[in-house]
């Protein structure tokens, strides 16, 4: 039996599924990951991409910040891809539960998944720091420099910079999905980043599946690992 079908029997056989899932879920949507061979990390800046995305360099150096975040990491005209659509028809098909990303991207959603729990925020909600109120992401990606409220204050996104903690109201959700799940598949993540790396030590469940092009940073027991393009896997699943 070849991986795609081991993988088929597995989703065939369980009914509440999480997936679990990071940069590499959106490269096939052209949108740069951050630790692969040319991913952000690997390019020269005066700063680098940790320290321009952290919450004291924002505070510090906010039009540097923007300058970086929307040329880099804003990216309105990307389409889903295979993987999305696929993990959107799991969850209409009633097989998946839950979609647990560290993407900012809002590209499950475009998809039409429905329960996707954003550990690190979104691109697509943005707040003025003064007043609260709500800019979409093309209000802030057209807006000249650093953008600014009507009231005059400095609207900021809605996602997790270094230094910031995660929201506790989506980790619990995250780790009560994880724990409930009877088969949890792990794509597009090197599991570098904690603590959401850690979420994964929750699951329970009998199938743990992992796809991603370049091996993890940690071992995690799978049953089944896949080195291949996500989109490419899922793309040859049936609900």
Do not use: W
């Not at 959107?88 to 998809?111: F, P």
């Not at 809605?158 to 506790?168: I, M, N, Q, R, T």
Request: glycine residues 8%; negative net charge.
């Amino acid at each position: 039996m070849n991986q795609i079908e081991q993988l088929q029997e597995m989703i065939d056989e369980s009914h509440n599924i999480v997936f679990f899932g990071g940069a590499g879920v959106s490269t096939e949507s052209n949108i740069p990951d951050f630790r692969s061979a040319d991913g952000l990390y690997q390019q020269q800046y005066k700063y680098s991409p940790e320290q321009i995305v952290s919450h004291s360099f924002f505070m510090r150096n906010t039009e540097a910040f923007y300058e970086f975040y929307k040329e880099k990491m804003m990216f309105l005209d990307a389409k889903p891809n295979p993987a999305h659509y696929k993990l959107a028809e799991l969850e209409a098909a009633g097989k998946l539960t839950a979609v647990i990303t560290q993407n900012i991207d809002g590209l499950h959603q475009a998809a039409g998944s429905k329960n996707v729990l954003e550990l690190h925020g979104s691109i697509h909600r943005n707040y003025c720091m003064r007043c609260d109120k709500k800019y979409d992401a093309a209000y802030v990606k057209n807006s000249d420099g650093i953008p600014k409220c009507e009231c005059g204050g400095t609207i900021r996104p809605d996602v997790v910079l270094y230094e910031e903690g995660l929201d506790s109201v989506i980790i619990q959700k995250s780790i009560s999905a994880i724990a409930n799940a009877d088969m949890l598949i792990i794509g597009g993540t090197s599991l570098v980043v904690y603590p959401a790396a850690g979420f994964i030590d929750y699951f329970r469940g009998k199938n743990l599946v992992v796809i991603n092009k370049d091996t993890t940073a940690r071992e995690v027991g799978a049953s089944l690992t896949i080195h291949e393009p996500i989109g490419e896997v899922l793309s040859k699943i049936c609900c």
